[in-house]
C-alpha cells in the first residue's frame, strides 16, 4: 500500500516558476500534437475514404514509437533534459512544415493523391521517433522540477495541462478546417509548436544523475523494465489502461461517425472529438480541489468498466447530442483512471530512473492509443464501423472483469 504524500494548497506547484513554463510548453506542444491528429485523420480519409488508411496512421507512429521507448528512455536518463526536449520539439517542428507544404502543392498545384499520403505517412513514422524521446521526457523533467511534498498535486495540474490542451486541439484542429482549410490549420499547429520552444527554453539545465549516465545501455535498460514489473501496482495499472484503450479507442472512428452516420461535419467532428477530453478536465479540476483520499484501486476498475459501457452507447448510437453526451462521460471516467495511474507511477519511481521508467509507462499507455487506432481500423474494415466500436467496448469490460480476480493488490490499493 502506497502513503500518499499530503497536502492541503490545490495550487502549491503552480506557484513554482519552472514549473509553469513546463506546463506552458507542453500545453502549446500538445495542443499542436491534438490538431495534427485531428486535421490528419480527417485528411486521409478525406483523400482514400477507407477506414483502414486512418487504423494505419496509428500503425505508422506507434511502431517507431514502442520500438524506440526503451532505448529512449537510456537516452533521458543519461542525458541534459532540457536539451533534449528541445531538440525533439525542433524536430516535430520541421515534420509540421514538410506537411504544410505538401498541402500547399496538393490543393493549390495538384500534386499527385498517391505521393500526398505517402508523404504523410512518412511524416507520421518520423513523429513517432520524436515522440518516443519527447513524450517521457515531459514527466521525467517535472519531477525533478517539483519537491517530492508537493508532487501529488504537480502530477494532478500536469494531467489537467495535457487535457486541456486535447479539448483545444481537437476542437480548435475541426473548426481551423472548416475555417481554413487543412493548409490553414498546419499553419496554425506550426505557431503552437514555435510557442512551445520558446517557453521550454527558458527551463533551468538539469544535471544528469550519475547512477544512470555510469551504466551501459542494456543494464540500464533491463533495469527500468525490472522496476516496471516488479512494482505490482505500477504494472497492474498500466496493463489495465494499455487494453483497456487498446480496445476501446472509439475516438479513432469519430471522423467516420462525424462525416457518415451523425452527418455534423468537421464542426461536430470537432466538438466530438473534444467531447471526451472535456469529461476529464471537469474531473481533473475536482480532483484537484479534492484528491481522492481512499479505495483508489477500486475505483479504478470500476472507473475503466464504465468507460467501456460508454463506448458501447456510443458505437450504437445514431443521435449527435447522446454521442457527445456519452463521449463526455467516457472522459470523466477515464480522467479518474488517469489521475491515479499517474500518480502511482511518479510516487513510486526514483528520480534516477524517471527517464526509464516513463518510457515503459509510454510503450503501454501512450503507444496503446495509436495501436488501439490500428486496431480500430482493421476492425472497422472486417466488421464494419458500428460492430467494431461495440466489441472494442465489450472487450474493455472483459478486461476489467480479468483483471478484479487476477490482480487483487491493485483492487486492495490504496495511496
Same mark, same amino acid.
Not at 505538401?102 to 505517412?121: D, E, M, Q, T
Not at 534516477?352 to 501512450?366: K, L, P, Q, T, W
Not at 486496431?375 to 472486417?382: P, Q
Given at each position: ?10 495550487f ?56 524506440l521507448?526503451?532505448?529512449?528512455g537510456?537516452?533521458i536518463?543519461?542525458?541534459e ?13 520541421l ?56 508532487l ?25 478546417? %472548416?475555417? &481554413? !482549410? #487543412? ?8 505557431? /503552437?509548436v514555435? @510557442? +512551445?520552444?520558446?517557453? $521550454? ?103 475503466? %468498466?464504465? &468507460? !467501456? #459501457?460508454?463506448?458501447?452507447?456510443f458505437?450504437?448510437?445514431? /443521435?449527435?447530442? @447522446? +454521442?457527445?453526451?456519452? $463521449? ?6 477515464d ?42 481500423g ?25 483483471t478484479?480476480?487476477?490482480?487483487p ?7
Amino acid at each position: 500500500m502506497i502513503k500518499a504524500l499530503q497536502q492541503t494548497d490545490a495550487f502549491a506547484a503552480i506557484k513554482i516558476l519552472q514549473y509553469r513554463k513546463l506546463l506552458t510548453g507542453r500545453f502549446c506542444f500538445t495542443m499542436a500534437l491534438r490538431m495534427l491528429g485531428t486535421l490528419v485523420g480527417w485528411w486521409l480519409y478525406e483523400l482514400t475514404g477507407d477506414p483502414l488508411a486512418m487504423g494505419l496512421i496509428g500503425l505508422a507512429e506507434v511502431v517507431p514509437a514502442i520500438s524506440l521507448a526503451l532505448y529512449a528512455g537510456h537516452v533521458i536518463d543519461t542525458n541534459e533534459k532540457k536539451n533534449l526536449l528541445l531538440k525533439g520539439v525542433v524536430a516535430y517542428l520541421l515534420g509540421a512544415i514538410i506537411l504544410c507544404a505538401l498541402s500547399y502543392y496538393f490543393y493549390y498545384k495538384h500534386a499527385p493523391k498517391n505521393i500526398v499520403i505517402w508523404g504523410i505517412y512518412g511524416v507520421i513514422f518520423c513523429t513517432g521517433i520524436i515522440r518516443a524521446f519527447v513524450g517521457p521526457s515531459f514527466p521525467a523533467i517535472l519531477g525533478q522540477i517539483v519537491p517530492k511534498n508537493i508532487l501529488q498535486n504537480a502530477i494532478t495540474w500536469n494531467q489537467g495541462t495535457f487535457l486541456m490542451a486535447s479539448v483545444s486541439g481537437h476542437a480548435t484542429g475541426g473548426f481551423c478546417i %472548416a475555417a &481554413f !482549410g #487543412v493548409p490553414g490549420t498546419l499553419g496554425v499547429i506550426i505557431g /503552437l509548436v514555435i @510557442l +512551445s520552444l520558446l517557453n $521550454l527554453k527558458q527551463l533551468q539545465k538539469f544535471p544528469v544523475q550519475n547512477i544512470a549516465a555510469n551504466k551501459r545501455t542494456l543494464e540500464s535498460v533491463k533495469e527500468g523494465l525490472n522496476f516496471v514489473f516488479k512494482t505490482k501496482e505500477v504494472l497492474g495499472a498500466l496493463s489495465l489502461d494499455l487494453f483497456a484503450v487498446l480496445f476501446g479507442g472509439a475516438v479513432a472512428m469519430v471522423p467516420i461517425y462525424a462525416k457518415d452516420i451523425l452527418k455534423v461535419g468537421a464542426v461536430g467532428f470537432g466538438w466530438l472529438n473534444a467531447a471526451s477530453d472535456i469529461g476529464s478536465i471537469i474531473i481533473v479540476v475536482l480532483l484537484t480541489m479534492y484528491p481522492l483520499k481512499q479505495k483508489q484501486g477500486k475505483r479504478l476498475l470500476m472507473a475503466v %468498466a464504465g &468507460f !467501456g #459501457v460508454a463506448i458501447i452507447i456510443f458505437g450504437l448510437s445514431k /443521435l449527435f447530442w @447522446l +454521442s457527445f453526451t456519452i $463521449l463526455l462521460i467516457s472522459g470523466i471516467l477515464d480522467g479518474i483512471s488517469v489521475v491515479i495511474r499517474g500518480t502511482i507511477v511518479q510516487l513510486q519511481t526514483p528520480d534516477e530512473m524517471r527517464g526509464r521508467v516513463m518510457s515503459v509507462n509510454s510503450m503501454f499507455i501512450n503507444s496503446s492509443n495509436e495501436l488501439g487506432q490500428f486496431e480500430s481500423g482493421v476492425a472497422a474494415r472486417a466488421m464494419g464501423v458500428v460492430p467494431s466500436v461495440v466489441f472494442g467496448g465489450c472487450i474493455t469490460l472483459l478486461v476489467v472483469v480479468i483483471t478484479w480476480f487476477k490482480a487483487p493488490t491493485l483492487r486492495k490499493m490504496e495511496y
